[in-house]
Each structure stands twice: as structure tokens, then as C-alpha cells.
Nanobody, 117 residues
């Protein structure tokens, strides 16, 4: 199981940092992705990072979001800067075999991010 934390309410242009911690397994051997789902919209993959290789970002967040991981802490982070209103969503992290894959072995329950003026 994965556990997300760090969500909250901010104004446009502000920053938030999310954390995703593996509670019952080691994330060492998994890629970890951040997804988000806004009300009435499909789930969107925001960022993904394996233990090796470069991170992958959705075009909508490139240059503003940064994904990183600390395997020693069994945690993946998502630093979100210059947040926009459309970033409002529930953010989930998931662990799987490939950033480009559709199957994810582990999911978190999500954390709410609200951007409003």
C-alpha cells in the first residue's frame, strides 16, 4: 500500500509538496507515478520516476512540477510550483513496472489539492 500526504488548499502561483510512502513494501523495484483526477474528468498521469532513468512529466506540468525519490525513506515526492486553478484534483501515487504501462500494482488513497483564489 502507498500513503500520500501533503495536500491542501493554496492560491494560484503558490507551491505544494506531496509525499508518497510505501507502507508495506519497498519501492526500490518499482516505478512510482503521480496521477490526478479532477471532478468529472479522466485520471491523468502527472509524473513518473523509476529507480534509474529520467523522470517523465505530462506536458501540462513540465517545468513546474518535479518528481523525486528517496529509496532510503521509501518515499517519492512531487514538488508542485506555480500551481494553476486546473491543478485542483485528488492526487494519487501508484507503483508499477513501467512508466508507460497501464498496470499498477499499488495505489494510495489520494490526497486533495485545491487551488483557488
Amino acid at each position: 500500500q502507498l500513503v500520500e500526504s501533503g495536500g491542501g488548499a493554496v492560491q494560484p502561483g503558490e507551491s505544494l509538496s506531496l509525499s508518497c510512502t510505501g507502507s508495506s513494501f519497498s519501492i526500490d523495484y518499482y516505478v512510482i507515478s503521480w496521477f490526478r483526477q479532477a471532478p468529472g474528468k479522466e485520471r491523468e498521469r502527472v509524473a513518473c520516476l523509476g529507480s534509474v532513468g529520467r523522470p517523465d512529466y505530462a506536458d501540462s506540468v513540465k517545468g513546474r512540477f518535479t518528481i523525486s525519490r528517496d529509496n532510503a525513506k521509501n518515499t517519492v515526492y512531487l514538488q508542485m510550483n506555480s500551481l494553476k486553478l486546473e491543478a485542483t484534483a485528488v492526487y494519487y501515487c501508484a507503483g508499477g513496472a513501467s512508466c508507460g504501462g497501464d498496470e499498477w500494482n499499488y495505489w494510495g488513497r489520494g490526497t486533495q489539492v485545491t487551488v483557488s483564489s
